[in-house]
């Protein structure tokens, strides 16, 4: 039966009667109290006690959450997810309570309830309850937004580390003000309003690739290639794999003809524009299978072919109504998101005879563990220089021109610009104007223009409209003209420009687009590569693409040229290279005098790597609540870990410079130094002495310095290698070891890790009387934490060598 009902009082014995019944329970609010976690916390313990999957997301709006009471309530149960969304002073009011059962139908609360006893019992608070019959289209799109927000790139894991780090800003604001009496005018919180579809202005999708529906379809160019990889990776009997391929060569067409030879196949992306755009192409190359769409309005899940958000399938309620093994395949789009928290539930839970990840971000960008991911494979990698070289993308012609701007007066957080200090920089007529004349010198026919901000969007496209430019700006919000509309005027020659915030979150494509204009700071790298992938698709007439970039002091202004660099690799940790990159032959690039010298200057005042590995390290300990290993370090921090030997010769010589040790480990680092450095460096052309070295480790800081013989090590040596896939293909599949016998195994590791390292070592590790041992002792209280060490670096080095091995 449907129920709307309001509540003016006592929400609290309701939420409570639902907390102890609900298998999952979602908490959105504006402010957390002491008060409110008082009051919920015996259920909400109770409920994560049994299971249920609990996720709270607060913010820091105003700064009234307090600092305790997250302790609080990260300390009820291990279980009970919450996340804090930093907006950084634009308002963020949510109330809501959404609770899924098992047995019975869903319900949702939302109103002016924050999570304190006042607003909970007896405050003047107004709810709405709607039951899932209701509106059962409202309670998807509930749950389906809920998911989304918490996992917004705004919103933080809460932990001791990111807790100390707000509670420094909570009392520095509160000494300053006090928020309760801070007044906000009714416009002003408009302006300041925390806008969804805004905090992913930018991002942008793959173009589809134009196929005549009349000619049977086959691969064309880089999609060839890459599904005849993938076929010889399923012939090898891999079960996963990762494509890497620019944007504009049709990695979505890619993955439909690559499915054809699966029966039941997931799609799963994290935009749903991505979702109706595959379903479209895989229904015109498949159109005898039957398609269907899984997201927040839509339940389509009994096809052949499902096409889900992960927002979706980030809800256990959703996943489980799916068996492990219902798909043959299943296909990732933007890969390079899946180690996010979001996609973790679905990659454990499904298994499928295979899994594919598609990407065009061509390097760790997002420094996420993508290569475990895929099991060490790359069946194929294709970066958009390469592309262009091939002749499968449009040239470019590139014009950095030089922004005034100054952009270190405007507060960076941490991923991106403050919205409206950058707005208000950027509503300047000075400005606009030299945009318009950097255009009017370097343009063509069909400009896509990319912004900050709708509200600059517009304004830009008055000023250009004032000098006779027929342009029109095209957001999320109200326009003058529609979408399709505004395309059709773009690609007929009717319209000269469009300035966008977040057209291309939809899916759609203008192969026409012979001019990008850049009139935002770039604040994503990997951003900045997908759109300018949106100017280099091939079309009739058009010989090349030009791109117009203002150039400011802002965050990144000096590492986005690299991405046009085809020595990018060569001059990766050189400091001496020029700052105008290497292009493709057909390609150029032309910076104006201010530009190049801005360019050189911010290459002077570079902050020093050793200051960037710890910015890195800060950041990654914030996200785990604690100090993260090696490993980790090398999977998820902001800079290649390279960097730490370079800089340090080892992680725990990083961890001393950075004042993590303790005085106890600070000992333990002088005594065992020699041995870590030699750990960290020893050379590998192949990955055999850190496969012994594992071997030794696994038997317990008790006994991992005795001596081991060849004959004990082979067994272990021999599986490691034959249990996965990729280190089978990458060490193991020469004439010596493809079929390696128990007495091969032996003689190989007798004669290639044992005996080399020993002879390389500077008398460290010895090989003598068939006995290999590591040549030193440390003190009892010693000895555990350089075992941990040398465990780190081995476990790193390992990951690290198929991964550089795996991508060449």
Not at 200 to 207: D, H, I, K, N, S
């Amino acid at each position: 039966m449907s129920r709307v009902k309001l509540i003016t009082t006592q929400l609290v014995e309701e939420v409570t009667a639902h907390i102890k019944k609900a298998d999952t329970i979602y908490i959105l609010v504006s402010f957390t109290m002491n008060s409110g976690v008082d009051v919920l916390s015996d259920s909400l313990n109770e409920a994560a006690q049994r299971g249920a999957d609990i996720k709270i997301c607060t913010g820091d709006y105003m700064y009234v959450t307090q600092p305790s009471a997250l302790r609080k309530l990260t300390s009820l149960h291990a279980e009970i997810n919450v996340r804090l969304l930093r907006a950084k002073g634009r308002s963020f009011h949510p109330k809501a309570y959404i609770f899924n059962f098992e047995s019975e139908e869903g319900i949702l609360y939302v109103g002016s309830s924050n999570l304190s006893r006042t607003a909970l019992t007896y405050g003047v608070e107004w709810n709405l309850s709607v039951n899932e019959t209701a509106s059962f289209e409202s309670f998807e799109t509930a749950n389906e937004e809920f998911m989304r927000l918490f996992y917004d790139p705004l919103t933080v894991p809460v932990n001791c580390e990111t807790i100390a780090e707000y509670e420094k800003e909570y009392e520095h604001v509160h000494r300053e003000t006090d928020a309760n009496f801070r007044n906000w005018h009714e416009t002003d919180e408009k302006e300041l309003m925390f806008n969804g579809s805004e905090s992913q202005a930018g991002l942008v999708t793959e173009p589809s690739v134009s196929y005549d529906i009349n000619v049977p379809l086959k691969p064309r160019h880089a999609q060839h290639e890459a599904l005849e990889a993938l076929n010889t990776v399923v012939e090898e009997d891999y079960d996963k794999s990762m494509v890497v391929m620019a944007t504009g060569l049709g990695k979505t067409y890619l993955a439909g003809f690559f499915a054809q030879s699966f029966k039941n196949v997931l799609f799963v992306a994290h935009r749903e524009e991505i979702l109706y755009q595959a379903r479209k192409s895989f229904n015109h190359i498949m159109p005898e299978k039957s398609q269907g769409i899984l997201n927040g309005s839509m339940k389509e899940r009994d096809t052949d072919q499902v096409f889900a958000s992960i927002f979706t399938l980030s809800r256990e309620k959703e996943l489980y109504r799916f068996s492990p093994k219902a798909f043959d395949l299943v296909i990732v789009d933007e890969f390079h998101h899946a180690a996010a928290a979001s996609y973790q539930a679905l990659l454990h839970y499904f298994k499928p005879r295979f899994l594919l990840g598609l990407t065009a971000t061509p390097d760790r960008m997002d420094g996420k563990d993508v290569f475990n991911l895929c099991g060490g494979n790359v069946a194929y990698q294709l970066h958009f220089l390469e592309a262009i070289e091939k002749n499968w993308l449009s040239p470019f012609r590139y014009f950095g021109v030089y922004d005034g701007t100054d952009y270190s007066s405007i507060t960076w957080l941490g991923t991106q610009y403050d919205k409206d200090e950058l707005t208000a920089a950027q509503l300047k007529t000075d400005l606009a104007e030299k945009i318009y004349q950097a255009w009017t010198a370097h343009k063509q026919t069909r400009t896509l223009a990319f912004c900050s901000s709708i509200r600059q969007a517009q304004f830009l496209s008055r000023y250009f409209q004032s000098q006779g430019v027929r342009a029109v700006s095209l957001t999320s919000g109200a326009a003058s003209v529609s979408r399709p509309e505004a395309i059709r005027q773009l690609s007929e020659g009717q319209l000269e420009v469009i300035f966008t915030v977040d057209i291309f979150n939809e899916g759609t494509d203008i192969p026409s687009i012979d001019t990008l204009l850049f009139a935002r700071p770039t604040e994503s790298l990997t951003v900045f590569t997908q759109q300018v992938g949106r100017g280099l698709r091939l079309h009739e007439g058009k010989k090349y693409c030009v791109i117009i970039d203002l150039l400011g002091n802002y965050s990144n202004a000096d590492l986005k040229l690299q991405l046009f660099d085809t020595q990018r690799a060569i001059k990766k940790n050189s400091r001496k290279e020029s700052v105008i990159p290497e292009v493709p032959a057909a390609c150029e690039i032309n910076l104006d005098v201010q530009a190049v010298s801005l360019l050189e200057e911010l290459k002077r005042k570079e902050q020093p790597r050793k200051h960037k590995i710890l910015s890195a390290y800060n950041k990654l300990k914030q996200e785990l609540g604690r100090r993260p290993t090696y490993l980790e370090f090398h999977r998820q921090a902001e800079i290649e870990s390279k960097a730490i030997r370079d800089e340090f010769k080892t992680f725990p010589g990083f961890l001393d410079w950075a004042g993590e040790l303790n005085d106890t480990e600070s000992e333990a680092l002088t005594e065992a130094k020699e041995w870590l450095i030699e750990t960290e460096r020893t050379v590998m052309s192949k990955s055999y002495k850190m496969t012994v070295l594992l071997f030794m480790i696994i038997r317990g800081p008790d006994k991992w310095t005795d001596a081991v013989t060849p004959e004990e090590t082979a067994p272990f040596f021999r599986d490691y290698y034959l249990s996965r896939d990729y280190r089978r293909k990458i060490d193991f599949s020469d004439k010596t070891t493809q079929n390696l016998t128990d007495r091969g195994a032996v003689s190989l590791v007798r004669t290639m890790p044992m005996t080399k390292w020993s002879g390389s070592s500077k008398g460290l590790v010895s090989f003598e009387d068939d006995q290999f041992m590591i040549n030193r002792t440390w003190t009892l209280e010693h000895n555990e934490i350089i075992f941990g060490w040398t465990n780190e670096i081995c476990q790193y080095r390992l990951e690290s060598y198929f991964e550089r091995k795996a991508v060449k």
